[in-house]
């Protein structure tokens, strides 16, 4: 659509789109949108007993059925493999609920963005939040592999928070940018979902990337999800990760923040429009 | 001081359909009659003039009531004013905190207590946390919800909801309320109610823009009204002449 957009005086509203705050914002609004997640999740568990943890029974039952597999087609003891399984399906539940969610995050609260006027960047901010926090509860399954040993706990474990913290800031922009791509193309939604699934086998989240064949080897080097599952895993399993995971998943979030600022500069006056 | 001014302002609606990402050619709104006033194409897009052309100054203590029938473009002016929309022609500039209140409160949380969805409207409207203790005791005051306000909101009747949505739009005083008909799924004790605290916050000399189908509300609460006709500014000024204009035929 080329309807020329007039200019807006209105103070913060679509001035607020100004490509270089984004990042600001972002970080403004953490507190507000984080407390609006967590009421959210209290409320979950005023309904249901044990609330999100049903996910991370659902983790813990998944991680289990592929830790028998994996090991029935590739050998090795069922009790190393756990850890290295267990971490995958952790991180990998964070990157898909960031996307299963980002995709919706405008869609789903069409009613409230047509009806009140607070800052659009809450309503991604509350989807990285939750995202957050479900996360947190399967980490309790982290505490249960340390506990029996599973997994190691060395200093270099600390390492795994750099990494979280780069895996969130690059999922909010990455949710950012699918949260107004999918409220203009319904259609992408459902097309995402599918790429997920595939990208949940052709990752190495829960079979052993050294075993790859050398041909197959792009399949592991140009996936970036299998660096962003490293950062956090590698130093979870008492490992450094190498500088050049490090560099892949910061260039990596430059490269998403940029387009996220893209995306916001070219939908956001139209966002409404969508819904 | 709080100010508002459109200056020839539009509101183009497209219709995003299936067809934008041409990868099947499905059934779609390809036949609705088009090229009338209200709706034109654009390439495959086809758009809806849903406001046009309309022209507004508005200062501290102007109350003002958006009138005309079903599809005036009522709605579509409000969500301009909140910012909800951006204008596709023309210019809008607002001065002033705006809380609008476009429906029933959608933000409210429905799982949550009442006392929870204050804190939330607190959070995400950014209330100074030092005086929360004074808007409680002021949304309990004015809602007479009591205990209710202890259970989750779901359980409220759609008046409750009123009253609590209405309660804090204007229990931290914004400079500028915009509401579409959220009075209205009141009972009469309420709407008086709502009615005095209008006047009262009125007192601090901010705007009101009021979406309402209920001449006597408008009349109780404004002095001055927009008459919209198929999107289009047919009047703007006193409200007892906006009210004349819009009970005579349209020839």
Redesign the interface.
């Known amino acids: 659509?080329?309807?020329?957009?007039?200019?807006?005086?209105?103070?913060d509203?679509?001035a607020q789109g100004l490509p270089q705050r984004l990042f600001v914002r972002t970080m403004v609004n953490l507190r507000?949108s984080f407390?609006?997640a967590w009421?959210?999740t209290?409320?979950?568990y005023?309904?249901s007993r044990i609330g999100p943890l049903w996910e991370t029974i659902n983790v813990a039952v998944m991680v289990s059925g592929l830790a028998l597999v994996t090991s029935g087609l590739f050998g090795g003891n069922i009790g190393d493999l756990i850890g290295y399984i267990g971490l995958g399906i952790i991180i990998w539940s964070a990157i898909s609920t960031l996307v299963i969610e980002g995709c919706s995050t405008f869609v789903r609260n069409t009613?409230?963005?047509?009806?009140?006027?607070?800052s659009i960047d809450?309503y991604v901010g509350r989807t990285v939040s939750k995202a957050l926090i479900i996360f947190a509860h399967h980490l309790a399954l982290y505490l249960v592999g340390l506990v029996f040993g599973l997994v190691p706990l060395t200093w270099i474990s600390a390492l795994a928070i750099p990494g979280i913290l780069l895996l969130f800031l690059n999922g909010s922009f990455v949710v950012t940018i699918l949260a107004f791509i999918c409220a203009?193309?319904?259609?992408l939604e459902l097309i995402i979902r599918n790429l997920l699934q595939v990208a949940f086998m052709v990752t190495p989240v829960f079979w052993n990337y050294q075993l790859i064949g050398a041909h197959r080897k792009f399949i592991v080097d140009y996936n970036i999800l299998f660096y962003f599952v490293q950062i956090v895993r590698l130093p979870l399993l008492g490992e450094v990760p190498s500088a050049q995971i490090y560099l892949v998943a910061i260039g990596t979030t430059v490269v998403t923040f940029f387009v996220a600022v893209l995306t916001y500069y070219k939908m956001r006056?139209?966002l409404?429009?969508?819904l | 001081m709080s100010h508002i001014s459109l200056k020839n302002a539009g509101v183009q609606l497209p219709i995003y359909d299936s067809h934008s990402l041409r990868l099947l050619r499905l059934p779609s709104f390809g036949r609705a009659k088009v090229g009338t006033q209200a709706v034109s194409h654009a390439g495959s897009t086809m758009i809806i003039h849903a406001l046009s052309d309309v022209s507004l100054e508005l200062a501290d203590g102007d109350r003002v009531c958006l009138i005309g029938s079903n599809g005036a473009g009522k709605t579509t002016l409000l969500r301009l004013l909140a910012g909800i929309y951006a204008p596709t022609s023309g210019s809008i500039g607002v001065e002033g905190k705006v809380y609008a209140m476009l429906g029933n409160n959608m933000l409210l949380n429905n799982d949550a207590t009442g006392y929870e969805n204050i804190q939330l409207i607190a959070n995400l409207y950014h209330w100074p946390k030092g005086k929360m203790a004074d808007f409680i005791r002021d949304i309990e005051e004015f809602t007479e919800l009591g205990e209710y306000l202890s259970l989750p909101v779901r359980i409220y009747s759609a008046g409750m909801q009123a009253r609590l949505a209405f309660a804090m739009g204007t229990a931290h005083t914004p400079d500028i309320l915009l509401v579409d008909e959220g009075i209205g799924a009141g009972d009469a004790h309420f709407q008086q109610q709502a009615q005095d605290r209008i006047h009262r916050f009125l007192g601090t000399a901010r705007i009101i823009v009021l979406a309402s189908h209920s001449v006597e509300l408008c009349r109780k609460i404004c002095t001055k009204a927009i008459l919209l006709s198929k999107g289009r500014e047919v009047f703007f000024g006193d409200i007892e002449e906006a009210f004349r204009l819009y009970s005579e035929p349209v020839n």
């Not at chain 1, 659509?1 to 103070?11: E, G, L």
């Open positions: 659509m080329n309807t020329p957009m007039a200019t807006v005086a209105m103070d509203q679509f507000t407390t609006w009421l959210d209290k409320c979950q005023r309904r009613g409230q963005i047509l009806s009140s006027n607070i809450l203009r193309y319904r259609d006056r139209r409404a429009f969508f």
